[in-house]
């Protein structure tokens, strides 16, 4: 149970860095002014809204992602990551504090904690090993198929540019 969070903010926190390399690497790379800019301006966000980053650095360079799957469990990674960081504890009568859209979408996905499947709670009915596998599967789901999209390394597998 322990590492479960650890899991989930650490593979949200290697999305994060692989968009700040794919930055970086546009800054040394770069000699337009406009394409400059506005990576100067992302390399100095820090906002928490690293899906809306990767679509930003995708329209820098050109290209329109199709935001199927992997996006949206990137998207779903970087929110339970956010809610781990900004944690609200609640009590377990509280029923709705903790039921946001994406909460229900990984309760639907990920097995639930068995202490918690009659009276479940988040973040504690998915502490499972299901979800860390997930939240690592996804951040590596992510990375490959944003990698592709722009024809950079994937910096999560380790691998050359792809085409």
Known sequence: MMHVPVAVVMASAALD?????????ILDGSPAAQLMQEANNLKGARSGKTIERYRTVARLLGKTPQ???AWQNAGRLVSFRNAFMHFKPAWDTETNIHDDVWVMELRARLPIS???QSNFMFPYGLMTYGCAKWAVEAARTFSAEFSLLVGVKDGLAGGEALS
Do not use: K
């Open 114 to 116: 068995p202490g918690y």
């Open 67 to 69: 935001e199927g799957p």
């Open 17 to 25: 860095a692989n968009c700040n390399e794919i930055v970086q690497d």
